[in-house]
């Protein structure tokens, strides 16, 4: 999985672009899925929970038409950031 945040001008301009050129290149690069949450504190920013390996993840944000794309999106403070695994737990 990879976790991953970015801020944005708009949602539906986001998911406008997200659902459809987003989810085609992800899906190009080996991505099965994605879960889109808004933060709690921060109206604008929205986390991705995607069901996609690092190298995978990698591959995407390194092809030469993403940056395209985000900018479709409406990114605002650059491209998606993703968040480091710390560690993990069982129950």
Avoid at 19 to 42: I, L
Avoid at 61 to 80: H, K, N, R
Wanted: include cysteine; charged fraction near 25%.
């Amino acid at each position: 999985m990879v976790l991953a945040t970015a801020k944005i001008e708009d949602f539906d301009r986001f998911w406008g672009t997200f659902s459809t050129k987003g989810a085609e290149k992800r899906k190009a690069h080996g991505c099965k899925g994605a879960h889109v949450f808004q933060d709690p504190n921060e109206s604008d920013r929205v986390w991705a929970i995607f069901d996609w390996d690092e190298a995978g993840w990698r591959s995407f944000t390194s092809d030469p038409e993403v940056p395209a794309i985000f900018q479709e999106a409406g990114f605002t403070q650059g491209p998606p950031k993703s968040a480091a695994l710390l560690r993990d737990h069982y129950a």
